[in-house]
């Protein structure tokens, strides 16, 4: 019974026993699941790891070879090469893009070059762009002629005119009346020696160009034809220095100052073949097809041509690129004339395989820029046109030059009344 009443008495204090054992064993298991790396210890588990992963890819690389270094760099070195190659083709397919969309939006962008777009304005008082902007002046181009321009150009223009050997007599005459109507600017472009003297000696501005074997063999012997050829060769420099220049042939007589009686408002200002107001300004001329019945009668536009011996053209792109344009057909075509040429690139629009010349161009007045028909087929038989004086006279319908040249100074200057009477309407021969 004592025993008993021991083992009841000792029962509170077992069972308390129990329950710590069951908790410990409880906060055992729920650390072992959120710490499985220790309580305290577990950060720095993780850093010996890190440490010994370090370690490892230190050792890992300091085993590496030197040819895997190598290798290695050389890859770099290709893979920078490649991508230089990459960047330098869409560089220059970029290019090719432009150049391909130039032709595109070409009036738009010729806005945003000029200036602002504008909203048109009422009924007839619109009016495009006709004169186009001068380009930047590039003394580079030719320092020595630079300097020239500068003492003979007059607000950056001036007649400029070659000669060779074969036209002295009349160079003469065309200067000696220059000078009597009182122009300051003009120059005369030397293709040979005899007429750099000839030049200096009259106290005329001559310029003798740097030599030049494409140039030279013509200019010493060539042709009057093949001389003015050479002109749109040798004009584009004076653009490109950023001067208008009023190009002549020898064959004028100076009457006036023409830059009194220029307009400036085309990349190109020419005096007309034309005899009349039709042929020298144009007209509908109806082409007559009879086997077309209804539809016989055709219209087309018709025009004499510019006079590529005399015409003042302004320092412009288009400008610029006409003489191009001129220089390299006649290179190409040696058969063919400076003056069709000439006309065929300012007239011709774009077509099919052709991108036409966008250059504004104005016809000179016929009378007061006189070409030698005009002269002695209508005004010298004309009471009212005797008494007109033109800024020049182009004797380019005759070819004796010389003879009535002299007789328009006797007429003109000298007042002699009778001077062209004894010259036929055309040539003898």
């Given at each position: 019974?004592?025993?008993?009443?021991?083992?009841?008495?000792?029962?509170?204090?077992?069972?308390?026993?129990?329950?710590?054992?069951?908790?410990?064993?409880?906060?055992?298991?729920?650390?072992?699941?959120?710490?499985?790396?220790?309580?305290?210890?577990?950060?720095?588990?993780?850093?010996?790891?890190?440490?010994?992963?370090?370690?490892?890819?230190?050792?890992?690389?300091?085993?590496?070879?030197?040819?895997?270094?190598?290798?290695?760099?050389?890859?770099?070195?290709?893979?920078?090469?490649?991508?230089?190659?990459?960047?330098?083709?869409?560089?220059?397919?970029?290019?090719?893009?432009?150049?391909?969309?130039?032709?595109?939006?070409?009036?738009?962008?010729?806005?945003?070059?000029?200036?602002?777009?504008?909203?048109?304005?009422?009924?007839?008082?619109?009016?495009?762009?006709?004169?186009?902007?001068?380009?930047?002046?590039?003394?580079?181009?030719?320092?020595?002629?630079?300097?020239?321009?500068?003492?003979?150009?007059?607000?950056?223009?001036?007649?400029?005119?070659?000669?060779?050997?074969?036209?002295?007599?009349?160079?003469?005459?065309?200067?000696?009346?220059?000078?009597?109507?009182?122009?300051?600017?003009?120059?005369?472009?030397?293709?040979?020696?005899?007429?750099?003297?000839?030049?200096?000696?009259?106290?005329?501005?001559?310029?003798?160009?740097?030599?030049?074997?494409?140039?030279?063999?013509v200019a010493r012997t060539g042709g009057n034809h093949?001389?003015?050829?050479?002109?749109?060769?040798?004009?584009?420099?004076?653009?490109?220095?950023?001067?208008?220049?009023?190009?002549?042939?020898?064959?004028?007589?100076?009457?006036?100052?023409?830059?009194?009686?220029?307009?400036?408002?085309?990349?190109?200002?020419?005096?007309?073949?034309?005899?009349?107001?039709?042929?020298?300004?144009?007209?509908?001329?109806?082409?007559?097809?009879?086997?077309?019945?209804w539809a016989r009668y055709a219209h087309t536009m018709?025009?004499?041509?510019?006079?590529?011996?005399?015409?003042?053209?302004?320092?412009?792109?288009?400008?610029?690129?006409?003489?191009?344009?001129?220089?390299?057909?006649?290179?190409?075509?040696?058969?063919?004339?400076?003056?069709?040429?000439?006309?065929?690139?300012?007239?011709?629009?774009?077509?099919?395989?052709?991108?036409?010349?966008?250059?504004?161009?104005?016809?000179?007045?016929?009378?007061?820029?006189?070409?030698?028909?005009?002269?002695?087929?209508?005004?010298?038989?004309?009471?009212?046109?005797?008494?007109?004086?033109?800024?020049?006279?182009?004797?380019?319908?005759?070819?004796?030059?010389?003879?009535?040249?002299?007789?328009?100074?006797?007429?003109?200057?000298?007042?002699?009344?009778?001077?062209?009477?004894?010259?036929?309407?055309?040539?003898?021969?």
């Open positions: 019974m004592a025993v008993l009443r021991r083992e009841k008495g000792q029962s509170p204090q077992g069972s308390r026993i129990a329950v710590s054992i069951l908790i410990g064993i409880l906060l055992g298991c729920v650390f072992a699941v959120f710490y499985p790396h220790g309580f305290f210890s577990s950060n720095l588990t993780v850093s010996h790891r890190r440490i010994a992963n370090s370690n490892l890819q230190t050792g890992s690389s300091s085993c590496e070879s030197p040819d895997r270094i190598k290798m290695v760099k050389a890859d770099i070195v290709s893979i920078s090469e490649k991508n230089a190659e990459l960047k330098k083709q869409v560089r220059e397919l970029n290019e090719k893009l432009q150049l391909a969309e130039q032709g595109q939006d070409h009036a738009q962008k010729q806005v945003l070059l000029l200036g602002k777009q504008q909203k048109a304005g009422p009924f007839g008082t619109v009016k495009g762009l006709r004169t186009n902007p001068t380009v930047v002046p590039d003394e580079s181009v030719n320092p020595r002629l630079a300097k020239l321009l500068e003492e003979v150009a007059v607000r950056m223009e001036l007649i400029v005119a070659l000669a060779n050997s074969n036209v002295k007599t009349m160079l003469e005459v065309w200067f000696t009346n220059i000078k009597k109507a009182g122009v300051r600017n003009y120059l005369v472009v030397a293709l040979d020696d005899q007429i750099v003297d000839f030049c200096k000696s009259n106290d005329v501005p001559v310029y003798k160009r740097d030599p030049d074997s494409n140039v030279d063999s093949a001389v003015s050829g050479l002109k749109f060769r040798i004009l584009r420099e004076f653009l490109q220095l950023g001067y208008s220049v009023l190009l002549s042939d020898v064959d004028i007589i100076y009457l006036q100052n023409p830059f009194d009686h220029l307009f400036r408002d085309s990349d190109v200002e020419s005096m007309s073949d034309g005899h009349d107001n039709m042929t020298a300004y144009g007209f509908n001329d109806v082409f007559n097809d009879p086997a077309m019945g018709r025009i004499w041509v510019y006079n590529s011996g005399f015409f003042y053209i302004r320092p412009t792109l288009p400008s610029i690129e006409l003489l191009d344009r001129v220089a390299g057909r006649l290179s190409r075509e040696p058969n063919s004339w400076d003056q069709a040429v000439f006309n065929e690139e300012l007239f011709f629009p774009s077509h099919p395989g052709y991108d036409g010349l966008h250059a504004a161009k104005r016809t000179m007045d016929m009378f007061l820029f006189m070409n030698s028909k005009v002269l002695f087929k209508t005004v010298r038989k004309d009471p009212a046109l005797k008494t007109l004086k033109p800024v020049i006279v182009h004797v380019n319908y005759h070819p004796d030059k010389l003879r009535r040249m002299q007789a328009v100074v006797e007429f003109y200057v000298n007042g002699k009344q009778d001077a062209l009477d004894p010259f036929p309407d055309g040539s003898e021969w």
